[in-house]
């Protein structure tokens, strides 16, 4: 693996309120215990009371199946670019870490496209508000992942029709 004097750059700061809601997965870059076929994988971010972010991620796994896991993200400085994420137990099925680090990498200056990264370059998600995503623009902020450092020969590209599964989805 290749060395890097140099950290992974973030946002300068991050809008937390303007961050929040939901976003669908354009590619990532995976651990290799993440379910591979997942597809429709949305991520939604709400503020806590306490003033952490609750994260709920959601797909339909390889048997067609709706899936989620939910977490808690802790900004760690004022930038909020930085976050601690960490899932509950239940949910480890296809989340790609227990509790990881979560830097915003990249924004766009609406807020509608974001690049996450973690800082050993092992971790990239691309996420927009759109669940298609102009060719050009997905190129644009996986060049920027390029220029840190990132290896993108396993990037993961899911089905992605802009279908998020339902709440009720999970009811009993």
């Known amino acids: 693996m290749a060395h890097h004097t140099h950290d992974v750059a973030t946002v300068p ?4 309120d303007r961050y929040l809601g939901t976003w669908f997965e354009i590619c990532r870059l995976p651990l290799k215990w993440e ?5 429709d994988i949305t991520a939604t971010y709400a503020l806590n009371s306490d003033g952490t972010v609750r994260v709920e991620n959601r797909c339909i796994d390889k048997d067609g199946k709706p899936d989620r896991s939910i977490g808690q993200a802790v900004p760690v400085d004022g930038s909020n670019a930085k976050l601690k994420v960490s899932f509950l137990p239940q949910f480890l099925r296809w989340i790609p870490f227990a509790k990881g680090d979560y830097w915003v990498l ?6 509608s496209v974001a690049l996450v990264g973690t800082p050993d370059r092992e971790n990239l998600w691309l996420l927009s508000r759109s669940a298609d995503l102009a060719p050009e623009i997905k190129a644009y902020f996986l060049e920027a992942a390029k220029a840190e450092g ?3 020969s396993a990037l ?3 089905v992605q029709s802009g279908y998020v599964v339902p709440e009720a989805a999970f009811s009993d």
């Open 156 to 158: 993961i590209t899911p």
């Open 13 to 16: 700061a991050l809008d937390l």
């Open 150 to 152: 990132f290896d993108l």
């Open 106 to 111: 990249r924004i766009s200056q609406d807020y």
């Open 35 to 39: 379910d591979a076929e997942a597809r």
